[in-house]
């Protein structure tokens, strides 16, 4: 059982460039989320989804988008890399109100 | 003002010793409530709910005061394995909202 499988682990991008964090967990889970962690903040909630097909904003959603196909899968895209952007994102997929995390990416934008 | 405020730390203790800290929330209508547990440079992973009543496990002592809006854990016995950052988390209002909102972490070390 694999739960919540985050790819990559690691990311550099250059300011503008694009790119797509994968997100997977096979818990059957109806609600997904991605967070992202900064340096003495708590996890900022950026874009979360209640089943396929619906997503919404959370709370830092700006220069983020995301989609939902299928129950498994919630990637998050960078559409235009800016360093304000340098973080560690989390996926999370829960059962009730109890996050089950993924092992993070850590991207940094040059 | 922060959903969720913590004391940073960090919390310097020796093995063996009780240590013990406090969030406060600034959602009077929040439903539930958690301790994460975040080792450094990896991913939250839920420690224990908090029940109205208070609740342990093992050496673990969770509590919440609805009234005055915070909650606290309490560490004894403290081990070596127990250095980590303490994550305060609290859920939405609504009894079908999961968003959580997260504390910036209290950080606990101990030492031999």
């Known amino acids: 059982n694999a739960g919540v499988t985050q790819t990559p682990k690691f990311q550099v991008l250059k300011t503008g460039q694009s790119m797509t964090l994968q997100c997977a967990q096979d818990?059957?889970?109806?609600?997904m989320s991605w967070y992202r962690q900064d340096p003495g903040m708590g996890l900022r909630l950026i874009h979360y989804?209640?089943?396929?097909?619906?997503?919404d904003q959370g709370e830092v959603p700006n220069g983020y988008n995301v989609s939902r196909s299928t129950t498994e899968d919630f990637p998050l895209r960078l559409l235009s890399a800016a360093p304000s952007q340098t973080s560690v994102y989390f996926c999370?997929?829960?059962?009730?109100?109890?996050?089950?995390f993924g092992s993070g990416t850590r991207l940094t934008v040059v | 003002r922060k959903e969720v405020e913590q004391d940073p730390g960090p919390f310097n203790v020796p093995e063996g010793a009780t240590v013990a800290f406090n969030c406060t929330y600034s959602?009077?209508?929040?439903?539930?409530f958690f301790w994460y547990r975040q080792d450094c440079r990896k991913e939250p992973k839920l420690l224990m709910s908090v029940y109205s009543s208070g609740n342990e496990d093992g050496r673990f002592t969770a509590q919440l005061n609805r009234a005055s809006q915070y909650i606290s854990l309490l560490i004894r016995d403290s081990k070596l394995s127990d250095s980590a950052t303490y994550l305060c988390?609290?859920?939405?209002?609504?009894?079908?909202?999961?968003?959580?909102?997260f504390g910036a972490g209290t950080t606990v070390t101990v030492r031999a």
């Open positions: 818990m059957n889970h109806e609600y």
């Open positions: 999370a997929s829960s059962s009730g109100a109890i996050d089950t």
């Open positions: 988390v609290v859920n939405g209002a609504g009894s079908n909202d999961y968003k959580l909102s």
């Open positions: 959602n009077s209508a929040s439903q539930s």
């Open positions: 989804s209640v089943g396929a097909g619906i997503t």
